[in-house]
């Protein structure tokens, strides 16, 4: 792919089916995900990204782009803001220094809900908030990285988060998979092993 070659295609709406599920079936779902012998994946990284129902339910996509530059990454992210749907839960994935809170200055700042200098990690707040639902644009970074037990991420309240109107962008979420929504869309970052300042970006789980 040339550079700043990364145009992303138009989708007018996501429909109402890509919406997440009631708490209770989350819970339920979660719980089933937990238990030996269940017959479930214990985590949904395992789970196809595409669906395939001829009753009309979306299909889902994988997009893949390369930048350049942290102003290549921020682009790509009010490009991507676009995509979502009014509520999400957006799980950024990659190492240290990956470019995930760079992507999401762009996704933030894309839904009209902060200027990129305004969004920074929430690594030792653990949430960010920006926006707001009256405004249609509200956003919520949160950084994982420091809770080592589900108990503690318990503790943050983000089935109530999820649940919100909002777009809810995730760091370091895969690693309490039990704890994870089942409608994901997950963003893998990976910067180039040769060129460490450009980033393999490659977005799973949108609606077509």
């Not at 490009?79 to 950024?92: D, E, F, M, N, S």
């Not at 420091?146 to 109530?160: K, P, Q």
Request: neutral net charge.
């Amino acid at each position: 792919m040339e550079r700043g070659s990364y145009a992303l295609p138009v989708i007018p709406s996501i429909p109402p089916a890509n919406r997440a599920r009631p708490r209770s079936e989350r819970a339920r779902l979660r719980s089933e995900r937990a238990t030996p012998g269940s017959g479930h994946p214990r985590d949904p990284r395992e789970r196809p990204s595409t669906c395939y129902d001829p009753c009309g339910l979306p299909k889902f996509q994988t997009l893949e782009f390369k930048t350049h530059s942290d102003e290549e990454t921020i682009d790509l992210g009010r490009r991507v803001a676009r995509l979502l749907p009014r509520r999400a839960v957006v799980l950024l994935i990659g190492d240290l220094g990956a470019g995930k809170t760079t992507l999401a200055k762009g996704i933030i700042h894309g839904l009209g809900a902060a200027h990129p200098d305004e969004v920074t990690s929430p690594t030792f707040t653990l949430i960010h908030e920006y926006g707001s639902a009256s405004d249609n644009n509200a956003a919520y970074h949160i950084d994982l990285y420091r809770l080592d037990r589900a108990s503690d991420v318990a503790t943050l309240g983000l089935d109530e988060i999820f649940d919100r109107q909002a777009i809810v962008l995730l760091e370091w979420g895969e690693r309490f998979p039990e704890l994870l929504p089942d409608n994901l869309i997950r963003i893998q970052l990976d910067p180039d092993p040769a060129y460490p300042h450009i980033r393999n970006i490659r977005i799973s789980g949108l609606a077509k």
